[in-house]
């Protein structure tokens, strides 16, 4: 790979209570790099998300950010882990944003990783002009600049989704991960957030990993394709060269 | 299995209760002199009293109605007091108390604040009128006390039980604890501690009253004078202000409800 790596995961395993989910997962992804991960249901897509933005921390292995160790060995080493963390923004499925607050409220807090105590207190209750400009002009770059007053449960599906990038945006992040962005919207819809994703990275320099279930989407827009299969790496490759045979064996049910 | 011993336990203890009161319906009727009290009593509750009933009233006598709105004013100001007074206590106890802070610190402040409820507001009222005499302070802290405690338990409870994926996502992102907690998790629990805090509010109006019996200037203080005179037309007026006071406090809550749900 001719990118610095960004993410560099060397023999990452992780298990939930008895079950194993990641098993020894090494792999890269360069700085800049926009990478696809397929795979079935169970397959280990989202934890190895949550792996790379910090929020689980694997029983083994270790995982390097932009070439700095924050997660080895079954703890949590290195520098600040929550200046690491406050770098990786993560668009999650189901949004994770307060319902009952404002857009603009979810927004801000993205911030949070850099911002003292009270700073950000004062951000949520009344942000200041500056805050206010940048965070309407990453609604109005998501396509929801309108609803930057609006309560978030008064949104559709698809506005709180880009409610929720815009959010991971304000981080001012070196990378983006989505986990499985597409899953509740229909084709249509999903390529154009997908395409909004791609875009938005290429723009600003980051690297994006993005989780999704349909093969098809992943080979058409990403140029890298990494698929899972229970907790390992099944194949990684350029999309041009994934075949129907390989998917096939991706996805094949067990007898 | 267990459910029905349970069931089996509870029906056993009612009964036991029935029968060593030596319960008996009739008894609740009223008889004889007492029937003639009760119908006197319900009847005046069509004619409250606008003016003093007592046939002699000392000349310069403020009027009925102007002492019974300084009555409702004070039980609407202590129970104002003594609940803000309990919600500044009961939030910090509610966060110590939930399963944001490590089972050392959630388990002793569990203790305190169970024993800040076990002892009702008007015994909290009884010890302070002894130690410090008749003082507005007594009685707010009197109530504030067991209130703060019931805050402090249901607020937990309502912290732990929201939803936490908006706090996760926040210390993912690497907020702090502490920043999370005011940015995902108090804004996600908080329509439904402000419903519970306004039922509270609900609650410590009639305590506030209710400490009238003891001397305090709330309506308590005019009921039981009323009373003790067989006053009931005057009794009534000042039921019927304690049950404004809560329908406007049911107003201004179903209108902040609205707001803050819909």
Known sequence: MSQAAYFQVEQVSFSIAETKILKEISLEIGAGEQVAMIGPSGAGKTSLLRVLCGGVTPNSGTVKLDGETYLKNGAQGGPSLRSLRSKVGFVHQDHALVPNLRVVQNVVAGKFGQRGFWNSLRSLIQPVQRDQEEVFALLERVGIGEKMFHRVDSLSGGQQQRAAIARALFQHPEALLADEPVASVDPARAQAVLNLLISISRERGLTLAVSLHDPSLALDLFPRVIGLREGRVHFDLPSCQVSEKMLGELYRLEE | ?262
């Not at chain 2, 009612?14 to 319960?23: E, K, P, Q, R, T």
């Not at chain 2, 403020?62 to 409702?72: A, Q």
């Not at chain 2, 203080?221 to 019927?240: D, G, K």
């Open chain 2, 1 to 262: 299995m267990r459910r029905s011993l349970v069931l089996i336990s509870i029906g056993l203890l009612g009964f036991i209760g029935y029968w060593s009161l030596g319960l008996e319906l009739g008894q609740i009727l009223p008889r004889g002199q007492g029937f003639q009290i009760a119908r006197d009593f319900l009847s005046a509750a069509f004619t409250p009293a606008l003016d003093y009933e007592a046939e002699f009233v000392p000349a310069g006598s403020p009027s009925f109605l102007w002492v019974i709105g300084n009555g409702f004013q004070r039980t609407v100001i202590f129970a104002g007091a003594a609940l803000s007074l309990a919600l500044i206590l009961g939030l910090p106890l509610a966060v110590l108390a939930s399963g944001l802070v490590p089972t050392s610190i959630r388990i002793p402040t569990r203790l305190f604040i169970a024993g800040m409820r076990s002892v009702h507001e008007l015994l909290w009222a009884v010890v302070f009128l002894a130690a410090f005499g008749l003082n507005s302070a007594g009685a707010i802290i009197a109530i504030a006390i067991p209130y703060a405690g019931t805050l402090a338990k249901v607020f937990s409870e309502m912290l732990d039980e929201a939803p936490q994926r908006s706090y996760q996502a926040l210390i993912g992102a690497g907020a702090s604890r502490s920043q999370a907690f005011f940015g995902a998790l108090l804004p996600t629990a908080g329509p439904d501690m402000a419903a519970y805090a306004f039922y509270r509010f609900e609650c410590a109006l009639r305590s506030s009253a209710v400490l009238g019996f003891f001397g305090y200037p709330t309506l308590g203080y005019y009921l039981r004078q009323s009373f003790e005179n067989l006053h009931y037309r005057e009794v009534w007026t000042c039921l019927y202000a304690i049950l404004f006071a809560v329908l406007i406090l049911e107003t201004w809550s179903g209108k902040l409800r609205r707001r803050l749900v819909a």
